[in-house]
């Protein structure tokens, strides 16, 4: 248990479905961040946020939509994807941006038909 | 010329082996280096943080960085069934983590 919970842990969706994916940190955490593994592939950061604020979007495309309501919470809204974003998302949490080690939660395993 | 270079594996390696891991890069401003290892259908958890070159030892693992060759190294003594695992590297040019950027990751297997 790394105090970073994903849910769903999998999800299957057609291209034309509307899904989110959760993320709770209970660490006291200020900065959280969604990543991307791919098969063959490294780890790409998507989003980061820290103190709530969007600090970073590494050209990810418009149908991931990311939200994060408060500093624990942090949400991927997921809109007409193609198969190729079948990926596990990977959270993870840093007490600030700048400094502190990450924690990943188990991942949201994600197949798009 | 990708940024990081790291065999996908898989290694399979008799239980009490010596284990070496490796990645090679390009970006000499790299001077953050970390091994992160990642069990199925968990997340990765950080293993061992270096800063610049040379060792670091923590029990059974030693982390070894050599900028001048742009080459750093993991190494698992005594590997056990349970070091069974992907093992990533990722390094920064400062240290904020936001700027990490992984290698795919060795896939290694120690069988009893």
């Known amino acids: 248990e790394t105090g970073v919970t994903q849910t769903p842990r999998h999800l299957v969706m057609g291209m034309t479905n509307k899904k989110s994916l959760k993320c709770e940190q209970h660490?006291?955490?200020?900065?959280m961040y969604w990543y991307k593994q791919s098969a063959k592939k490294p780890l790409e950061l998507m989003f980061v946020?820290?103190?709530?604020?969007?600090?970073e979007n590494n050209s990810v495309p418009s149908r991931f939509s990311p939200e994060c309501p408060n500093s624990s919470h942090l949400f991927l809204h997921l809109h007409t994807l193609q198969p190729e974003d079948s990926a596990l998302y990977l959270c993870?949490?840093?007490?600030?941006?700048?400094?502190?080690?990450?924690?990943f939660g188990e991942g949201s395993r994600l197949t798009v038909l | 010329q990708k940024e990081v270079e790291q065999d996908p594996g898989p290694l399979s390696v008799p239980e009490g082996a010596i284990v070496s891991l490796n990645c090679t890069y390009s970006?000499?401003?790299?001077?953050?280096f970390m091994w992160y290892r990642q069990y199925s259908r968990k997340g990765p958890e950080l293993l061992m943080y270096?800063?610049?070159?040379g060792n670091k030892e923590d029990g059974r693992f030693t982390a070894q960085v050599d900028k001048s060759s742009k080459y750093i190294s993991l190494f698992i003594r005594d590997s056990q069934p349970s070091d069974s695992a992907t093992y990533l590297c990722?390094?920064?040019?400062?240290?904020?983590?936001?700027?990490?950027?992984f290698g795919k990751g060795t896939m290694l297997l120690v069988s009893p």
């Open positions: 993870a949490s840093s007490q600030t941006r700048g400094a502190g080690e990450l924690f």
């Open positions: 660490l006291g955490h200020n900065a």
């Open positions: 946020y820290s103190l709530e604020e969007r600090v």
């Open positions: 970006n000499s401003a790299f001077q953050y």
């Open positions: 270096t800063y610049s070159s």
């Open positions: 990722a390094m920064s040019a400062w240290s904020g983590y936001s700027t990490l950027t």
